[in-house]
């Protein structure tokens, strides 16, 4: 906490307030000693007094909160007198303000609130940045509506042990928004446990989810627990939940239900506690109907409900894929990274992704693997996904009764993503002048 205030005492007894509950105060009485802590130190939340030596110096100081450190929170204290432009401060990006004399149980309710806000928003950063950070977890980036609303749930589901199910086609990144949900858990600190149920027969399926004791089966030489009792107290995350048959289903609800598995070839129940987080890519609704689905397991493992949009139906969001996937393997690779051609980057907007994210990041890897020079060129890009874009396929469709005004700003958004900020190459790109760029972006509010 910085507090600003040229009274002494009065900035000492707001530390004191504040260094009870445990924050960390920093005083100082003056704007010159304010601007030099907020440049050189760092801070979660500002406690300033709105006028110092006659002047309405805290608005300098919010100004400079806002400028040096822009995640701060800004909290302004002020005389009754000085309420109204204490109430401009709010305009300019102040959290709150609260008048003299000072209840400090009020005061310290208040620099906690702030302080709460800045947390919430250091965690969802890192949580957006854990997400961008390791291999899959890119099918997360984006700014689409679609993208936000699953990040959104992300944060909403994670804290709790609702069970939870993640529904989408393959290649969409569902194990790694399971690993997320983990993470921002209060099981972050134990296993998580990734288990696919696709593809194998009810014995072993049984036996690699439930366990075994010795002589339970030929080879059995020895105990072996299965995943449930391995993820105790941690995460369990089952892949391919629409694969597994009928018998097994009402055995994992049995489980489910009563919290105890039975390992094969003993009658003997133990005891296990895990989040359990289930994925698709079926619809199970209409396998429950058609009766390849117990409904009951339906609605158990149903507690919350995320549903992963393909990338074709999130399209705006590929300018940002494909320039992260191009970082990442030129970083691997040790070599420049190359740029891509506004035409190059049409053709991978236009194509429709059956593979979704996993697809586009093979194809982002062949690029860079592939390509000679500094630039990556329509001629580059794959056949396949070149001739898929026609004036005829989804994302020319997908314009039709648009408002032209959000054609510009979404071309500015997306121009600049394949250009990685760079305003002059956006510029020649969308064949506008720099200047009128500049002002498209104010008119736009994009940065």
């Given at each position: 906490?910085?507090?600003?205030?040229?009274?002494?005492?009065?900035a000492e007894a707001m530390a004191d307030a504040l260094r009870r509950p445990g924050h960390v105060c920093t005083i100082?009485?003056?704007?010159?000693?304010?601007?030099?802590?907020?440049?050189?130190?760092?801070?979660?939340?500002?406690?300033?007094?709105?006028?110092?030596?006659?002047?309405?110096?805290?608005?300098?100081?919010?100004?400079?909160?806002?400028?040096?450190?822009?995640?701060?929170?800004?909290?302004?204290?002020?005389?009754?007198?000085?309420?109204?432009?204490?109430?401009?401060?709010?305009?300019?990006?102040?959290?709150?303000?609260?008048?003299?004399?000072?209840?400090?149980?009020?005061?310290?309710?208040?620099?906690?609130?702030?302080?709460?806000?800045?947390?919430?928003?250091?965690?969802?950063?890192?949580?957006?940045?854990?997400?961008?950070?390791?291999?899959?977890?890119?099918?997360?980036?984006?700014?689409?509506?679609?993208?936000?609303?699953?990040?959104?749930?992300?944060?909403?589901?994670?804290?709790?042990?609702?069970?939870?199910?993640?529904?989408?086609?393959?290649?969409?990144?569902?194990?790694?928004?399971?690993?997320?949900?983990?993470?921002?858990?209060?099981?972050?600190?134990?296993?998580?446990?990734?288990?696919?149920?696709?593809?194998?027969?009810?014995?072993?399926?049984?036996?690699q989810l439930f366990g075994h004791v010795r002589g339970a089966f030929t080879g059995a030489d020895r105990d072996r627990?299965?995943?449930?009792?391995?993820?105790?107290?941690?995460?369990?995350?089952?892949?391919?939940?629409?694969?597994?048959?009928?018998?097994?289903?009402?055995?994992?609800?049995?489980?489910?239900?009563?919290?105890?598995?039975?390992?094969?070839?003993?009658?003997?129940?133990?005891?296990?506690?895990?989040?359990?987080?289930?994925?698709?890519?079926?619809?199970?609704?209409?396998?429950?109907?058609?009766?390849?689905?117990?409904?009951?397991?339906?609605?158990?493992?149903?507690?919350?409900?995320?549903?992963?949009?393909?990338?074709?139906?999130?399209?705006?969001?590929?300018?940002?894929?494909?320039?992260?996937?191009?970082?990442?393997?030129?970083?691997?690779?040790?070599?420049?990274?190359?740029?891509?051609?506004?035409?190059?980057?049409?053709?991978?907007?236009?194509?429709?992704?059956?593979?979704?994210?996993?697809?586009?990041?093979?194809?982002?890897?062949?690029?860079?693997?592939?390509?000679?020079?500094?630039?990556?060129?329509?001629?580059?890009?794959?056949?396949?996904?070149?001739?898929?874009?026609?004036?005829?396929?989804?994302?020319?469709?997908?314009?039709?009764?648009?408002?032209?005004?959000?054609?510009?700003?979404?071309?500015?958004?997306?121009?600049?993503?394949?250009?990685?900020?760079?305003?002059?190459?956006?510029?020649?790109?969308?064949?506008?002048?720099?200047?009128?760029?500049?002002?498209?972006?104010?008119?736009?509010?994009?940065?």
């Amino acid at each position: 906490m910085l507090i600003v205030d040229d009274e002494v005492e009065h900035a000492e007894a707001m530390a004191d307030a504040l260094r009870r509950p445990g924050h960390v105060c920093t005083i100082v009485n003056s704007l010159s000693d304010a601007e030099e802590e907020l440049r050189h130190g760092v801070f979660d939340v500002v406690v300033t007094d709105l006028v110092m030596e006659s002047e309405v110096a805290g608005l300098r100081v919010l100004e400079l909160a806002k400028q040096l450190q822009p995640e701060v929170e800004t909290i302004m204290v002020t005389a009754h007198g000085d309420v109204p432009t204490a109430k401009a401060a709010l305009q300019g990006g102040a959290y709150d303000f609260i008048e003299k004399p000072l209840d400090l149980e009020v005061f310290r309710n208040l620099v906690n609130r702030a302080a709460e806000t800045v947390l919430l928003r250091h965690r969802n950063t890192a949580l957006q940045g854990q997400l961008d950070a390791a291999y899959g977890f890119e099918g997360i980036i984006g700014e689409s509506a679609a993208i936000r609303q699953v990040i959104h749930t992300i944060r909403l589901v994670a804290p709790s042990n609702l069970p939870v199910l993640i529904r989408g086609e393959s290649g969409t990144g569902k194990e790694l928004i399971a690993a997320a949900i983990h993470n921002y858990s209060k099981r972050a600190e134990r296993r998580y446990v990734a288990f696919n149920a696709a593809g194998q027969s009810e014995t072993l399926l049984e036996d690699q989810l439930f366990g075994h004791v010795r002589g339970a089966f030929t080879g059995a030489d020895r105990d072996r627990e299965g995943v449930f009792e391995y993820a105790d107290k941690g995460t369990l995350f089952l892949d391919e939940l629409g694969d597994m048959p009928l018998a097994m289903q009402a055995k994992l609800l049995r489980v489910l239900e009563t919290g105890e598995i039975v390992r094969l070839g003993s009658n003997e129940s133990r005891r296990t506690d895990v989040r359990f987080i289930s994925a698709t890519n079926r619809d199970l609704q209409a396998m429950c109907k058609s009766g390849q689905f117990r409904e009951d397991l339906y609605f158990r493992v149903r507690g919350a409900e995320i549903v992963v949009p393909p990338l074709r139906d999130r399209r705006e969001d590929i300018p940002l894929l494909v320039q992260h996937f191009i970082g990442k393997y030129a970083a691997e690779l040790s070599r420049p990274r190359p740029t891509i051609t506004g035409p190059a980057m049409m053709r991978m907007v236009g194509y429709a992704w059956p593979g979704n994210v996993r697809e586009l990041l093979n194809v982002v890897q062949q690029l860079v693997v592939m390509v000679e020079g500094d630039a990556i060129d329509v001629r580059h890009v794959p056949e396949h996904v070149r001739s898929d874009e026609t004036d005829e396929s989804p994302a020319m469709r997908s314009l039709a009764g648009v408002g032209l005004d959000k054609l510009e700003k979404e071309a500015i958004r997306q121009t600049l993503a394949m250009t990685s900020g760079n305003r002059e190459q956006a510029a020649g790109l969308l064949g506008i002048g720099e200047r009128t760029l500049y002002r498209k972006l104010k008119e736009y509010g994009l940065r």
